[in-house]
């Protein structure tokens, strides 16, 4: 395990709470752009996973630069302050318990929870999420594989690649998928490829960019660059 000691130069005056609801979004999708990617975060790239405008996102990056929350210069990159990253930990620590919440006791399925904990996530209290957190036992995970930080503001993230970015022949195990696409988990799901799955991969037919997965005795499933670029892996043992 990468072991990324993201609170140990920060410190948070307050709660994410008394933040605003379109800071608190915009601090978590700085976090989660750079999260599995070492692209450059920029304001067209929040714009585009937001769904917002250009110009909208621009204004909102210099007040949250201005308010110490985000580092950014003019046409340059987007980053998060240390005070920033706190918070930001804050609200993926909330959204990705409750996630877990919904699918351990409420029985909701993986593919349901994403939109369902955007909502709930601006409404609970700290000691609400506290308390999720001990009935769930403190997961370190959530139901798609993505680390949940720790109260501290400690987050292991594990030992994954992109398949697209990996050469068949290969055996793997799933570590995490994107829950960006709800019709892609539910694929995914109808084809045994959940947390933890062993799968065989073979080269897909010539000139398809696909692969060939096989999992257990089930028959082969060929999958695009759109599934395999939202499955991490590692190498199996």
Same mark, same amino acid.
Do not use: C
């Given at each position: 395990?990468?072991?990324?000691?993201?609170?140990?130069?920060?410190?948070?005056?307050?709660?994410?709470?008394?933040?605003?609801? !379109?800071?608190?979004?915009?601090?978590?999708?700085? *976090?989660?752009?750079?999260? *599995? !990617?070492?692209?450059?975060?920029?304001?067209?790239?929040?714009?585009?996973?937001?769904?917002?405008?250009?110009?909208?996102?621009?204004?909102?990056? #210099?007040?949250?630069?201005?308010?110490?929350?985000? @580092?950014?210069?003019?046409?340059?990159?987007?980053?998060?302050?240390?005070?920033?990253?706190?918070?930001?930990?804050?609200?993926?620590?909330?959204?990705?318990?409750?996630?877990?919440?919904?699918?351990?006791?409420?029985?909701?399925? *993986?593919?349901?929870?994403?939109?369902?904990?955007?909502?709930?996530?601006?409404?609970? #209290?700290?000691?609400?999420?506290?308390?999720?957190?001990?009935?769930?036992?403190?997961?370190?995970?959530?139901?798609?594989?993505?680390?949940?930080?720790?109260?501290?503001?400690?987050?292991?993230?594990?030992?994954?690649?992109?398949? #697209?970015?990996?050469?068949?022949?290969?055996?793997?195990?799933?570590?995490?998928?994107?829950?960006? @696409?709800?019709?892609?988990?539910?694929?995914?799901?109808?084809?045994?490829?959940?947390?933890?799955?062993?799968?065989?991969?073979?080269?897909?037919?010539?000139?398809?960019?696909?692969?060939?997965?096989?999992?257990?005795?089930?028959?082969?499933?060929?999958?695009?660059?759109?599934?395999?670029?939202?499955?991490?892996? #590692?190498?199996?043992?």
């Amino acid at each position: 395990m990468r072991r990324l000691r993201a609170g140990a130069t920060r410190i948070v005056y307050m709660s994410v709470s008394e933040l605003s609801a !379109s800071t608190q979004n915009y601090l978590k999708v700085v *976090w989660g752009l750079g999260e *599995w !990617s070492q692209d450059p975060i920029t304001a067209r790239r929040i714009a585009a996973r937001m769904g917002l405008r250009l110009s909208t996102v621009s204004e909102a990056v #210099s007040k949250l630069s201005a308010q110490g929350l985000l @580092d950014h210069t003019p046409y340059g990159d987007v980053q998060l302050t240390d005070r920033g990253r706190g918070f930001a930990l804050q609200m993926v620590r909330r959204h990705r318990l409750i996630e877990s919440f919904l699918v351990e006791t409420l029985g909701y399925t *993986w593919d349901q929870v994403h939109d369902e904990a955007e909502s709930l996530e601006h409404a609970v #209290s700290d000691f609400m999420i506290e308390r999720v957190d001990d009935l769930l036992g403190h997961p370190r995970r959530d139901p798609h594989g993505d680390p949940i930080p720790t109260a501290a503001g400690d987050i292991e993230m594990p030992r994954a690649q992109r398949l #697209s970015d990996l050469t068949p022949p290969l055996r793997v195990v799933i570590e995490r998928i994107s829950d960006e @696409d709800p019709a892609l988990l539910q694929h995914f799901s109808d084809n045994g490829m959940v947390i933890g799955t062993l799968l065989r991969i073979e080269p897909g037919a010539p000139f398809t960019d696909s692969v060939m997965v096989h999992v257990g005795d089930a028959e082969a499933v060929a999958l695009g660059a759109t599934a395999t670029d939202a499955l991490y892996v #590692s190498e199996a043992k």
